[in-house]
């Protein structure tokens, strides 16, 4: 909770908006006297300062950050897609970030906790997917067409520049002294994403075979929990144990058969991060560059796969992502797990 104090919303967003210009070779601009839905609401035109110098704006979007009744649960974000690009009609991508964060008082900024944090720039990574298409028609446009695999590897990505202690302590200004936060506390934040790591990897693994067991079998839910269950976990499971009725989100939500796409689009987007790990300025932004024409631009007009060899060489690898939860050891190589 004390990391909240650092992590002023306004400060946030000028920060990741700094970090993508920077990455990708754009500017983020507010537009004023535009028509919006509530006062709070802002919007900011996308100009590409490698296409024809940035003259026109190439997208848009709006940012509503504050919940307005009815809130329920954690805090949460959304891209919210409005209109695609679509050249033939000569319309620019337009879309929505929308928060639940609760109003803060008069004269105080909203402060994010660390999950807050993840949360925006993972919603903000989907949302650099849809504005900088360059797909030519509109349904294969941003994340139109996209695999299930695929559909939150951007966001991820952007997430994954948290790791970076130089770009926690860019976003980060507390906010009554305006001092960045410690290079002490910096070092301990890493260990939000480490700790019990191998555990909630498993459970992932867990949920994404479940998922898809559950809807192949015709055997009972409580007979395929107890069979898959010793694979993944290592404490017994509970008898009185029935999380299988509560899993809404497979049920009646949009992730049925395809709660695996949650841990795959994170292999891919590690993978993709660790291509920015250790390089200097220059070479961030050339990667940067290589990554926008290709996971941002192509949309659904290739397939994932072919993409991501078009970004990195070669096919995907899990190491990245189990060096990035520390569980992978100099001396382990995948053959070995």
Not at 2 to 19: D, H, I
Not at 41 to 52: E, H, I, T
Not at 81 to 107: K, W
Not at 308 to 314: A, K, L, V
């Amino acid at each position: 909770e004390q990391l909240r104090e650092y992590f002023p919303l306004p400060n946030v967003f000028s920060g990741l908006f700094k970090l993508s210009e920077n990455l990708f070779n754009i500017r983020i601009v507010e537009r004023q006297n535009v028509e919006i839905w509530q006062p709070a609401v802002k919007y900011y035109d996308v100009f590409d300062n490698s296409a024809g110098g940035g003259v026109s704006p190439i997208a848009g979007f709006y940012i509503d950050c504050y919940s307005k009744e009815n809130k329920f649960g954690k805090n949460n974000g959304w891209m919210v897609s409005i209109r695609n690009r679509n050249p033939s009609a000569q319309l620019t991508p337009l879309c929505a970030l929308i928060f639940n964060f609760t109003e803060p008082l008069q004269g105080t900024p909203y402060l994010l906790n660390f999950d807050d944090l993840n949360m925006v720039f993972k919603t903000f990574g989907s949302a650099l997917q849809h504005l900088l298409t360059k797909a030519p028609y509109t349904d294969l446009a941003g994340l139109s067409n996209i695999e299930w695999d695929a559909s939150q590897v951007a966001g991820d990505v952007m997430c994954n520049f948290l790791d970076n202690p130089a770009i926690l302590k860019e976003l980060s200004k507390h906010y009554t002294t305006n001092e960045a936060i410690s290079d002490e506390v910096l070092q301990k934040i890493h260990l939000l994403k480490t700790s019990l790591a191998g555990y909630n990897l498993c459970q992932e693994l867990y949920m994404a075979d479940l998922d898809i067991e559950l809807h192949q079998s015709d055997a009972f839910w409580l007979d395929v929990v107890k069979k898959l269950w010793p694979v993944y976990q290592c404490m017994p499971l509970d008898k009185k144990d029935a999380h299988p009725c509560s899993l809404t989100e497979i049920f009646s939500g949009d992730w049925g058969a395809a709660q695996f796409s949650h841990l795959y689009s994170k292999v891919i987007a590690a993978d993709i991060s660790s291509e920015f790990a250790d390089k200097s300025q220059a070479e961030i932004s050339t990667t940067g560059q290589r990554f926008k024409e290709t996971f941002l631009a192509l949309g659904g007009t290739v397939p994932t796969a072919e993409v991501f060899r078009r970004f990195r060489g070669r096919d995907p690898s899990v190491e990245a992502l189990l060096k990035s939860l520390n569980i992978l050891n100099k001396t382990q190589t995948t053959g070995d797990l």
